[in-house]
């Protein structure tokens, strides 16, 4: 058996989650695809995979493998570009991550696009909250709302997005004033799992050096951000996320930002990719298409969500005294 076949076979197989998976990927029987699994475990002596009736879980060998066979798999792709010239034109497989809220509403759209223009190139979108490795993963590119650390990505800026504190108008009516971070410690909060769960941390007072953190027991925590959207808008409570998230919300009047002069600094947003995959033709294509369409997408959100801070905040409405 050749065993960049078989590489082939085992990375399809770790893409889908199952050696069933690979089997529709590949288009070979699930015979085909344990032979060649089993081909390269023999081959170097190790198990890599540890098999259950549904899905499959990589050995700590296997990790490492891995790996090697995405690193082996992305030359041979270049090197037959580069073999085919500049005739070659778009097509294959496009892999792209993006968090769950930012893929759907925002990077959904560019891609049905993007494939009505280029019926030659396929796309698969990992829609996931965590961050992903992006050459061990063997993703093409992946859209970032956060501050790059990784130096060997090659990143494209698309624009920014503020961490934003929000509240409906019929929250704000009934419960005490938000005037500094500190009264967030009077207020019912709805947490995010990635967004603080138990303090919010704001910008150091001027001439002072540290940062101002709030500490609090939310009412509800939540780890999806449509959810913690829903449960603002019908005024349950206040929350932190950010400001494209809330546009629509807050071009609506459904929604008003709260703390303006106290939110830290925006986060920039990318869309990166691994050193030498620009070169390849379906990936370039994508990138030419989709930066002026999300660079154009993120400025007027960015609008939408500055028209929250000339919006005058409802002072709460006063008790009755039973005196």
């Given amino acids: 058996m050749d065993r960049i076949d078989a590489m082939k076979v085992f990375v399809a197989a770790l893409d889908e989650g199952s050696l069933a998976g690979a089997s529709r990927r590949t288009g070979r029987s699930a015979a085909a695809v344990s032979r060649a699994i089993a081909f390269l475990e023999a ?5 890599l995979l540890y098999r259950t009736t549904r899905s499959i879980k990589l050995s700590e060998a296997g990790e490492r493998y891995a790996v090697a066979c995405r690193k082996v798999l992305m030359e041979l792709e270049e090197a037959d570009r580069q073999a ?6 778009p097509r ?12 759907v509403e925002i990077l959904r759209p560019v891609v049905d696009a993007f494939m009505d223009e280029y019926p030659t190139v396929n796309v698969r979108l990992h829609l996931l909250e965590r961050a992903v490795n992006l050459v061990e993963e063997g993703m093409d590119l992946a859209l970032r709302i956060a501050h790059l650390a990784d130096s060997t990505l ?3 800026h698309i624009g920014e997005v503020r961490r934003v504190v929000v509240a409906s108008p019929r929250y704000l009516a009934t419960h005490p004033q938000i005037a500094e971070p500190a009264d967030l410690g009077k207020q019912q909060i709805i947490a995010m799992t990635h967004m603080g769960l ?4 704001f910008p150091p007072l001027e001439g002072s050096p540290v940062s101002r953190s709030v500490s609090f027991t939310p009412r509800l925590v939540v780890n999806n951000v449509r959810a913690v959207i829903e ?3 019908e005024g349950h409570g206040v929350a932190r996320l950010l400001s494209y998230h809330v546009a629509p919300e807050i071009r609506q009047g459904r929604v008003q930002v709260l703390l303006v002069d106290d939110e830290p600094p925006p986060l920039p ?3 990166v990719s691994p050193y030498g995959r620009l070169s390849v033709p379906k990936v370039r294509a994508f990138v030419d298409f989709a930066l002026p ?5 993120f400025i007027a959100l960015a609008k939408d969500a500055e028209r929250a801070d000339k919006v005058p905040i409802p002072p709460p409405r006063g008790r009755v005294s039973a005196e």
Avoid: C, Y
Avoid at 43 to 47: F, I, L
């Fill in 43 to 47: 081959h170097v002596g190790v198990p």
């Fill in 84 to 89: 085919a010239g500049e005739r070659s034109v």
């Fill in 92 to 103: 294959g497989t496009l892999t792209i991550s993006a968090t769950v809220f930012s893929g």
């Fill in 154 to 156: 090659i990143a494209h």
């Fill in 198 to 201: 138990d303090s919010w941390s």
């Fill in 231 to 233: 449960s603002v808008v």
């Fill in 269 to 271: 947003v990318h869309i």
């Fill in 293 to 297: 369409r999300l660079r154009s997408r």
